[in-house]
């Protein structure tokens, strides 16, 4: 596949082939937009990860937040 081996031998999945294949093509200031984005996700606040991630309509808790309350009935994860 043309995803998997490119020259220098990097291997990528088919999603980050297709990503940096639009990246690509983006305006300089659509890269910077990016840049700014990613930049935010990976160093910014909490806040600043949280807006990021709703306007594109991503749950940011979803993979932080553990309830460990206990609940009616069975565990919603593993059904115990």
């Given at each position: 596949?043309?995803?998997?081996?490119?020259?220098?031998?990097i291997?990528?999945?088919?999603?980050?082939?297709?990503?940096?294949?639009?990246?690509?093509?983006?305006?300089?200031?659509?890269?910077?937009?990016?840049?700014?984005?990613?930049?935010?996700?990976?160093?910014?606040?909490?806040?600043?990860?949280?807006?990021?991630?709703?306007?594109?309509?991503?749950?940011?808790?979803?993979?932080?937040?553990?309830?460990?309350?206990?609940?009616?009935?069975?565990?919603?994860?593993?059904?115990?």
């Amino acid at each position: 596949m043309v995803a998997e081996t490119f020259k220098k031998g990097i291997i990528m999945s088919e999603n980050v082939a297709n990503l940096i294949k639009a990246f690509v093509l983006l305006s300089d200031t659509d890269k910077h937009q990016v840049f700014d984005l990613v930049k935010r996700i990976e160093t910014g606040t909490q806040n600043e990860k949280r807006a990021v991630f709703e306007s594109f309509g991503l749950d940011s808790a979803r993979s932080t937040t553990i309830n460990f309350a206990p609940t009616p009935g069975a565990c919603p994860t593993c059904g115990k």
